[in-house]
């Protein structure tokens, strides 16, 4: 603290130190390394960029270096840039009313250098060398002539290095990396006609061609097949029009984050616009599924306001209400045109038991700046185009359940008999439920539940430094999308505990050489996307570890339409018997409902 602020009495009104001001400020502006790569994503294409690279480590914090070929900074106005309120956005109070561009409010770039040691490299078109300058405690220290090409190039170092109280409350490093992948990903489908790069700790994550069709925009971050299976929307009602992509009601996802709304060029977190295309499925979708789109949304800038959050998140509009109808008439015009759902086997839904669940094939085949050298790559309508699948109905089938018994055997006497009472097995009802008698009653069990909660608690039981996992006789390819690469790399230490080896083969495709033992059988690519699409639903997870289980076990127990033996049968219920929570399965569904004694004798007249 400087001299003339320790004089002050602390609760005498005062003004702060222009340093201690400036940090303040840089924190209500940059909060985490997101933020960082936000504000320069917006400059560089606020400057007409058309191809865009960025490169992090460590999640951002010890490096981000965003690369642009746009118009570059002027060698006059490059110490300038970093004053607080400097911008070349607005000019007068008359345009915030109306800001046609990304920034404009002349903090980003002070605030950045104000948290981290920031270096610079621009050069116009016009001048023959380029600039390049280095900031240390948000003062140039250094400025000297370069040769560079057209853009800007920014090097931001150590952030939050001189605040580390800030960095107390920031994620992991891979947690941060990830949420840097998914703003690329909503910023590539925001403005396909720019050629985005995005490489983490080496690792290239995310390339898109910049051609400008959303449609392989799409493909790149979700992969082809989903993008060929995409609904053109097009609509335009009282001054709004919404243009971009819709999922049909086929396709669809664990979660709302592959629900993205840009207004103007700028993605948003609205949820009445969400609520808006959610609400235009309606029924068309399974019980906690979400649709997949990427829409834009053009109206007069008069009619939104921008300037009500400081990370420019959030936007306010003028008729919320008119906007987020046509969004919704936008995409049920969309649908109308869609074709009947097709038969698909997919894989099981969290926690459901049912097989139809995810249904997008993430083949994700970046193609931008490849060398020319490269492979003539494979047209990009034959690899969206869905592979034929053979339409059969389901069939009860006969299975073999795991009857490895639990620690201290069925015949141990069980500690939960006030929880779950004494059950003799009758047989089994639909190949779904399990039939018993108890003292006051009739249970009727849910097979896969039941299961599902048994498999769970051995999970849980077992060494995470020494799981028992399965060795598959040939490795199986899992094409993520970027989004789910993100969470796998944030997650590696929880999969590798429950038994999953994986290994990295290209950008964001792994190789899948072992599985948790008792997962074979099932559709294993499938149960890993499932898995991964439950640890991203929430930003942070209070136990990844227990929510990964939870998701394996339900992979790894028996489905409901497979037949049981009486042996079976009673394995399974003495099993259910010796686990902590055995009257709901790890997703919170019941594993046996009862039918009373004294009800069953009033249904017949007995009473």
């Not at 490169?55 to 004053?83: C, N, S, Y």
């Not at 971009?244 to 609205?270: C, D, E, K, M, Y």
């Amino acid at each position: 603290m400087s001299a003339a602020a320790s004089s002050v009495p602390r609760n005498a009104i005062h003004v702060l130190p222009p340093e201690v001001a400036a940090r303040i400020a840089a924190g209500e502006v940059i909060e985490r390394p997101v933020s960082v790569v936000r504000e320069l994503l917006d400059n560089a294409i606020d400057a007409g960029a058309t191809r865009i690279a960025v490169e992090v480590e460590d999640g951002g914090l010890k490096l981000i270096r965003i690369t642009d070929d746009g118009r570059g900074i002027p060698p006059e106005e490059v110490e300038l840039a970093f004053e607080r309120h400097a911008t070349s956005k607005i000019a007068g109070i008359e345009e915030l009313t109306a800001v046609r561009t990304l920034g404009f409010r002349g903090e980003a770039l002070p605030s950045i250098a104000a948290a981290a040691d920031v270096e610079v490299t621009t050069r116009c078109a016009a001048e023959p060398v380029g600039v390049h300058a280095v900031l240390v405690d948000a003062r140039v220290v250094r400025r000297t002539a370069k040769p560079a090409p057209p853009g800007t190039a920014f090097a931001v170092r150590e952030l939050f290095a001189r605040l580390p109280a800030r960095r107390k409350f920031l994620s992991t490093p891979v947690g941060e990396a990830r949420q840097i992948t998914v703003l690329l990903s909503h910023y590539a489908l925001a403005y396909p006609g720019i050629a985005f790069q995005l490489t983490s700790n080496g690792r290239r994550m995310l390339v898109t061609s910049g051609d400008g069709d959303l449609r392989h925009a799409f493909a790149a971050v979700y992969g082809a097949e989903a993008g060929g299976q995409m609904l053109e929307v097009a609509y335009e009602e009282e001054g709004v029009a919404v243009s971009g992509l819709a999922g049909p009601p086929g396709l669809h996802r664990g979660n709302r984050s592959a629900v993205s709304v840009f207004i103007n060029g700028r993605w948003v977190q609205s949820r009445s616009l969400v609520f808006a295309i959610v609400d235009a499925y309606q029924s068309q979708l399974p019980v906690g599924r979400h649709p997949v789109a990427a829409l834009a949304i053009a109206l007069p800038a008069e009619d939104v306001d921008i300037n009500v959050h400081p990370t420019k998140a959030e936007v306010r509009l003028r008729d919320e209400r008119g906007v987020a109808r046509t969004v919704r008439h936008a995409v049920t015009a969309a649908l109308e045109g869609a074709g009947p759902v097709g038969w698909h086997v997919f894989a099981p839904l969290p926690g459901d038991g049912e097989a139809d669940a995810e249904g997008v094939a993430a083949a994700v085949a970046p193609r931008a700046w490849a060398p020319s050298d490269a492979p003539a790559p494979v047209p990009l309508s034959s690899r969206m185009a869905p592979p034929p699948v053979a339409l059969r109905p389901p069939q009860p089938t006969q299975t073999r359940m795991d009857l490895a018994a639990t620690a201290g055997g069925p015949g141990r006497p069980s500690t939960h008999r006030e929880v779950l009472p004494l059950l003799r097995v009758v047989g089994q009802m639909g190949s779904t439920y399990v039939v018993c008698e108890g003292p006051d009653g009739m249970y009727l069990l849910d097979q896969h539940a039941a299961h599902e909660r048994v498999m769970y608690d051995r999970l849980l039981a077992r060494p995470r430094q020494d799981p028992a996992r399965q060795p598959l006789l040939e490795p199986l390819l899992a094409e993520l999308d970027v989004a789910l690469a993100a969470v796998l790399a944030e997650h590696a230490d929880h999969l590798a505990a429950l038994g999953l080896e994986l290994e990295p083969f290209g950008e964001t495709s792994y190789l899948v050489r072992a599985v948790p033992a008792g997962l074979g059988g099932t559709d294993i690519v499938g149960a890993l996307r499932a898995l991964l699409e439950q640890l991203g639903s929430d930003r942070r997870v209070a136990d990844p570890f227990g929510r990964a289980a939870a998701t394996v076990a339900c992979h790894s127990s028996v489905r409901a339409g497979m037949a049981l033996s009486l042996e079976e049968m009673r394995q399974l219920v003495a099993d259910l018997e010796a686990t902590a929570s055995p009257r709901t399965c790890p997703h919170g569904r019941p594993t046996l409902v009862h039918l009373s004694t004294e009800l069953l004798e009033r249904q017949f007249g007995r009473r």
